[in-house]
């Protein structure tokens, strides 16, 4: 695009009418009138779709193009499915003809049949979008007729089922005599549709254009003799009109050039009435010559952008349905907004440039531009002077015309020809230009260097975009409701004052660009319906926003993306002093991309989520360049485990019930549950661990028991409440009742006691709820600690008791060791010390008794106080509770209490013994790994469902459900997957199944690895089955291994496994 | 003309030598590199990949055999393989190459561990990754000691990295409850006196030390939390 066309297009953007807003973009003559085309290129890759929603959006129409040789591929369903979801009008064009007469070598006979295979499909496509949104509207009726019975819906599903039968088929679908297909060879230059060769023929053979453009496509076939058209070409082995008038042509063009037929070309060329340049006619390579035939024959871009221009909508013709689509977010209807919302349809519709006119701005995405590139940062040709003469001149040349053509014919073209200057869309679309027109170059601002400098990508949809003019921003969760009801009405124009309201916020334009490729250029002003550059909102708007002079406004909708984020990498500074960087370079990503995620972790990781590989790398490559600007490296993110227990199996790894055969007895492989245990620890046979601390005073008895699931699951749902009841008790525990419960928490607080109790029966659980003393780890925890000694009474349902005796605040304090003992034990297991899950561990008996008796000598000494010294919880172990301070009073400030002994002190001592039962109570018991799981919602296509099912067994993935969509060939597949094995996933599955399966994570549950990870066979049959090794993988080994040796852990794995194989050093020999 | 003669050396490659000295004589056995550690945790349980021979040597490189009379009056048998277990198990051992290299590289992930649990980034309280901390050490050129333990070499490696990256320990919540009367006079030693307060666990036993000498017992310290660190994941918005 050239300067001196830039004041055209400024005068073009004020003329509503003849704006064309679709993908890609230049302006354009047309028969007399002339259009703005705003053009918007968005990349062709699956995992770039994002890029396509953002478009779709403010676009008014788009262009499908589609490889003749390739066909229908899942991205042209995606982009159709996109185009559809937003209600713009999509033409076709079927790209590179050329590839069919060239390399496939096709008689025009069989690129008919090809072309009309595909538009076939494309069709097909279309029609399944079609009765799928019918039966969707339909069921939606069915669900709200009783309801609403003359909604929005009930019109809308009318309209479709009448369309159904007869006229709204012809409008959705792709046919040549429609004009809404082209066909074309962009790298030759060509292009055509049918409209163009019925012209030609008209005057040629004489028949009516009208007739032409009915059969150009089509069993038609002509009867040459008769003048005639006739119908049923293949019954009487014609040709069809379109293979004998138009293919042939250009094959025989293709013919001659290709076999260098000198004669032939220029026969041609005269009978064209082309005239090709003696360069280009010399020149030996075809492609050449035939370009310079073609592109004067069949220029592509007239094709193309009269398509356009014929067939595309303005910004005046959008649709009430549209409208109303964008304003209603999910299940909201139109009907229910306020009506000064329902008065903003009008400003839509009308799309008025007048000042009165709201303002009404969609910014569909952000991106970032080096602030270098910003145009008050560039050196111009052009002085300003020179510039606003430039406009002036316009000005004037633009008021003679309007003068003369008495202010209502369309403009003449100023320049004819040379004024289209876009290049035509290429078949593989590449980055994402925008290009828009018109400009005014302003004064230098601040900007730092080197900054990125976000603008946003936006579109007018009503009133007029001025610079400074101050203007709401409305994020996606906003609701004008909330705004009306926080604002009376009838307010003028909004002071600063205004109150808070969520998702709003108000500023100023502050800089309008015109967005010309990668090219800025300023403006002024914006009028309604065209595409451009808000910059300073970086502040305002993290990725998409609506922007209006009135707050009424409801916001729009949420773009469409048809890729979620699934791809998840843990991303980390290479110099872990660069950490700064790393996080303000993400969130710039964050803002810069609509279609990633970024999370940080508790573990600290950061945490990258992007659509697909292709995305990933892509996100990287801007973190490493523009946003962070530092080294970065990538790894697989760290993958959490829980520990837990199981009921001892029933039966063996050969399905042989356990105790039928006995254990063959082999020395080596004997099974070393006892060998674990070190000396002085008593373990029953029932898993009672009975464990006494190091200065011999206090005996403690553990047992863990597994936790039923459903308990496990209502611990975990709970936590927020068991994590009140906590810090309850601790303020209990201060005298501080200042925090007065809660009714409704009390509430919650017995049905949560309830549903415990409901769900643990039997004998073995008999009371024990109202033992439990405590949960863990963190207090809040899925595990459960119980005191089932006789004198407990300090469950956490009751609280401490108030007025308990000395004897039991002198327990409750070493039981606060106790209890950070099992908090510790929960915190790690083990296993990988990973964290416990779904474990209950009960302690039988504290025996204290020697404790006492030593203490009891200075019981009498100890003064009230002690009561009030009480403490909540104390998890450290070199933490000394009020008990051994006492006797350090006792000792009278020498400093050593006698119970700080050799040992440490009493209650760190009795922590890590609480510690060390819990552990050894769990390691007597059948141990199991939990993996967390995704759900993964799979759409696939029937033939490739296989596949699919491939992939998901390959990854331990378990399929739950499998149903077929409505209306669709699309099944719904419902499967988990353990997180572990999910990295790449996605990506295997989109490569496995060309793209026509995407599956979406979310994260669901936790699972019970059924594979004991300490397994070795033991019976004569594991032995058959597995061999003395079980070199058979071990799903729980293998994680548990992995995550120790992260954890540098201790790994029972042979350094060398084979000691004759290692590479011999000794040189003799 | 040759005449294959068979030869009655046997010559060991890749050997380890354990030695034990007893009853004034010195005792070796011929082992394979890298599986005496191996043998030892109870990985390896197979005695033939760990022996090269059941022999029991005076000198393994010379190749002398231990004499009879000297097993019976140092070991009470002359049961070679009993011998040889018992060598193994109590002697001295040359650490191979491999099993140096492994112990090394685990006790460097294990304090790199405790570090990324013990610490934070004070800018966001968030802890680090132990990758990350990994990398650090090896940045900063940190050589592991087999003779200290790792938990004291931790502590170490944070006051190395503080001077190259924000790192700090997690700071522990701590609860105090004093009489009233002692809570002034605590006041200036522990200023400002809050009643929830973080501090570096680093001195947690003198702040301890302290309430107890000064209040004389009463007061107490009570831990509200051991590490103060963000929770949940956080998402960019």
Redesign the interface.
Same mark, same amino acid.
């Given at each position: 695009m050239v300067l001196n066309s830039l004041d055209k297009m400024i005068q073009l953007q004020k003329n509503t009418a003849n704006i064309r807003n679709i993908c890609v973009l230049a302006h354009v003559d047309h028969g007399n009138e002339e259009y703005l085309i705003n053009l918007i290129d968005s990349p062709g890759h699956v995992d770039f779709s994002s890029e396509v929603s953002t478009a779709v959006r403010i676009c008014d129409g788009c262009i499908i193009v589609v490889d003749a040789v390739e066909g229908v591929c899942p991205q042209t369903q995606a982009v159709l499915r996109q185009a559809w979801l937003e209600n713009i009008r999509p033409v076709l064009v079927i790209n590179k003809i050329d590839r069919l007469i060239v390399e496939l070598k096709f008689t025009p006979q069989e690129a008919y049949s090809h072309l009309k295979n595909i538009l076939e499909q494309i069709n097909a496509l279309t029609g399944t979008l079609f009765t799928s949104k019918v039966l969707e509207e339909r069921a939606e009726r069915e669900t709200e007729s009783q309801v609403n019975p003359n909604s929005e819906q009930g019109e809308q599903v009318y309209d479709w089922s009448t369309g159904l039968e007869d006229t709204d088929d012809s409008h959705l679908y792709f046919s040549p005599e429609q004009g809404n297909v082209v066909f074309t060879s962009a790298i030759d230059g060509w292009g055509f549709g049918i409209e163009h060769f019925a012209r030609i023929y008209s005057q040629k053979i004489g028949i009516k254009k009208e007739v032409l453009m009915k059969t150009l496509w089509g069993d038609y076939y002509i009867n040459m003799k008769a003048k005639k058209i006739m119908k049923g070409d293949q019954a009487k082995g014609k040709k069809p009109l379109f293979v004998q008038l138009i293919l042939e042509n250009i094959w025989s063009l293709y013919d001659a050039v290709l076999k260098k037929d000198k004669d032939k070309i220029d026969k041609i060329v005269t009978s064209l009435g082309l005239k090709i340049g003696a360069r280009e006619a010399r020149h030996s390579d075809p492609k050449v010559q035939i370009n310079a035939i073609c592109s004067q024959w069949l220029p592509i871009s007239h094709a193309v952008l009269a398509m356009v221009c014929q067939k595309l909508p303005s910004p005046l013709d959008i649709t009430a349905e549209r409208v109303e689509r964008l304003m209603c977010t999910g299940s909201q209807t139109f009907d229910s907004f306020p009506p000064e919302t329902q008065a903003l349809k009008a400003a839509f519709m009308k799309c008025g440039s007048e000042d009165t006119a709201p303002v009404i701005i969609f910014v569909s995405k952000m991106f970032a531009v080096d602030a270098k590139a910003l145009p008050q940062n560039k050196p111009r040709p052009l002085t300003q002077e020179e510039i606003a003469q430039r406009r002036e001149r316009a000005r004037q040349r633009h008021a003679e015309k309007l003068a003369a053509a008495q202010g209502q014919a369309p403009l003449e073209p100023t320049q004819d020809g040379s004024a289209i200057e876009t290049c035509p869309k290429g078949e593989e679309p590449r980055g994402d230009e925008q290009q828009v027109e018109s400009m005014t170059p302003k004064p230098v601002l601040q900007e730092e260097n080197n900054q990125e400098s976000f603008i946003a990508f936006a579109r007018v949809f009503s009133g007029v975009a001025r610079r400074g003019k101050k203007i709401f921003v409305l994020g996606p969760k906003y609701s004008p409701l909330e705004f009306l009801r926080r604002v009376p009405l009838g307010f003028s124009a909004p002071p600063d004052g205004l109150p808070q309201v969520p998702h709003m916020a108000y500023c100023a334009l502050e800089n309008l660009y015109l967005l010309m490729g990668r090219e800025l250029e300023y403006l002024e002003e914006v009028p309604p319906g065209n595409v451009l550059g808000i910059g300073g909102l970086q502040d305002f708007v993290?990725k998409s926003a609506t922007l209006c002079s009135l707050p009424s406004c409801p916001p729009f909708i949420p773009l469409n993306f048809e890729a979620t984020p699934i791809v998840r990498v843990?991303v980390?500074?290479?110099?872990?002093?660069e950490?700064?960087q790393l996080?303000k370079g993400?969130?710039l990503l964050?803002q810069a991309d609509p279609c990633v995620?970024?999370?940080?972790?508790?573990?600290?990781?950061h945490v990258l989520v992007t659509a697909g590989e292709v995305h990933l790398q892509r996100c990287l490559d801007d973190l490493k360049e523009r946003f962070a600007k530092i080294h970065i490296s990538v790894?697989e993110p760290?993958i959490p485990f829980r520990e837990t227990i199981t009921k001892p199996p029933k039966v063996d790894m050969v399905n042989e019930e356990i105790g039928k055969q006995q254990k063959v007895a082999v020395?080596?492989?004997m099974k070393?549950d006892q060998?674990k245990i070190p000396e002085g620890i008593q373990v029953d046979s029932d898993g009672l661990i009975t464990i006494t601390t190091p200065n011999k005073l206090a005996t403690l008895s553990v047992r863990a028991m597994p936790l039923p699931e459903e308990v496990t699951q209502i611990l975990e749902e709970n936590s927020d409440l068991i994590r009140s009841m906590e810090q309850l008790t601790?303020s209990l525990n201060?005298g501080e009742n200042t925090h007065m419960i809660h009714q409704k928490t009390q509430e919650k607080i017995w049905e949560f006691k309830g549903k415990l109790e409901q769900h643990l029966t039997g004998r073995r659980w008999r009371n024990i709820v109202d033992q439990i003393w405590s949960f863990g780890p963190r207090k809040c925890g899925p595990n459960i600690l119980v005191n089932k000694s006789e004198d407990f009474q300090n469950s956490v349902w009751t609280g401490p008791a108030d007025k308990a005796s000395k004897e039991a605040s002198r327990y409750r304090d070493l039981g606060n060791s106790i209890v950070s003992g099992f908090q510790l034990a929960t915190l790690s297991g083990p296993m990988c010390e990973e964290p416990l899950m779904g474990v209950c561990f009960v302690l039988e008996k504290w025996d204290l008794s020697k404790f006492e008796e030593q203490g009891a000598s200075d019981l009498a000494k100890e003064g009230q106080?002690e009561n009030?010294?009480c403490?909540?919880?104390?998890?450290?172990q070199?933490?000394?509770?009020?008990c051994s301070?006492?006797f350090?009073?006792r000792t009278s400030?020498k400093g050593e209490s006698p119970l700080t002994d050799c040992y440490g002190p009493f209650s760190g001592q009795l922590i890590a013994t609480m510690k060390e039962a819990c552990r050894y109570a769990l390691q007597v018991k059948p141990q199991r790994l939990m993996a967390a799981m995704y759900t993964c919602d799979i759409m696939a296509t029937g033939d490739v469902l296989g596949r699919v099912y491939a992939v998901l067994s390959k990854r331990e993935g378990r399929v739950l459900q499998e149903e077929m969509k409505e209306g669709t060939d699309m099944f719904i597949i419902k499967a988990v997957l353990p997180v572990a094995e999910s990295f790449g996933f996605a990506d295997e599955i989109r490569k496995r199944t060309s793209g026509l399966a995407s599956p979406q994570l979310v994260f669901s549950h936790w699972e019970i690895i059924p594979s004991d990870p300490f397994w070795v066979p033991t019976t004569e049959e594991e032995y058959l089955h597995f061999g003395e090794k079980a070199d058979s993988e071990n799903q729980a080994r293998k994680y548990m291994n992995a995550v120790r040796?992260?954890?540098?852990?201790?790994v029972?794995?042979?350094?060398?496994e084979?000691?004759?194989k290692?590479r011999?050093?000794?040189k003799?020999? | 003309m040759s005449i294959f003669t068979p030869t009655n050396q046997i010559?060991l490659?890749?050997?380890a030598v354990v030695r034990m000295k007893r009853a004034g004589k010195r005792f070796e056995i011929a082992c394979?590199?890298?599986?005496v550690?191996?043998w030892r945790?109870?990985?390896?349980?197979?005695l033939d990949?760990?022996l090269q021979t059941h022999s029991v040597f005076v000198n393994v490189s010379k190749g002398q055999v231990a004499k009879k009379e000297d097993l019976i009056s140092a070991f009470g048998t002359d049961d070679q393989t009993e011998i040889c277990k018992q060598i193994l198990t109590k002697g001295e051992v040359q650490v191979s190459d491999?099993?140096r290299h492994?112990q090394l590289?685990?006790?460097?992930?294990? !304090?790199?561990?405790i570090v990324?649990d013990k610490c934070?980034?004070p800018?966001?309280k968030?802890?680090?990754?132990? !990758?990350?901390?990994e990398?650090?050490m090896k940045?900063i050129h940190y050589s592991v000691k087999t003779n200290k333990s790792t938990k004291q070499q931790a502590l170490e490696v944070i006051k190395q990295l503080k001077e190259?990256?924000?790192i700090e320990r997690a700071h522990?919540r701590l609860r105090f409850?004093l009489?009233v009367n002692e809570g002034k006079k605590l006041k200036e030693k522990l200023k400002p006196l809050i009643k929830v307060c973080l501090i570096d666990p680093g001195c947690?036993?003198e702040i301890?030390e302290l309430i107890?000498?000064e209040t004389?017992?009463?007061?107490?310290?009570?831990?509200?939390n051991?590490k103060d660190v963000?929770?949940?994941?956080?998402?960019?918005?």
């Open positions: 993290l843990a980390e500074p290479k110099h872990p002093s950490m700064p996080v993400m969130k964050n995620q970024i999370l940080i972790q508790e573990t600290g990781e790894s760290i020395i080596h492989q070393e060998s601790s201060e106080e009030e010294t403490s909540g919880g104390n998890e450290n070199e933490l000394q509770d009020g301070e006492a350090e009073k400030q040796k992260r954890k540098g852990l201790y029972e794995e042979k350094i060398v084979h000691a004759e290692q011999t050093l000794s003799n020999k | 010559r490659t890749n050997v394979y590199k890298n599986k550690v191996g945790s109870g990985v390896e349980k197979d990949e760990v491999k099993e492994t590289e685990q006790m460097f992930r294990d !304090i790199a561990t990324a934070v980034n800018e966001t968030r802890p680090y990754t132990v !990758i990350l901390i990398r650090a940045d190259k990256m924000k522990m409850i009489p947690f036993r301890d107890k000498k004389k017992g009463k007061g107490s310290l009570e831990v509200l051991l963000e929770e949940g994941d956080e998402k960019f918005e």
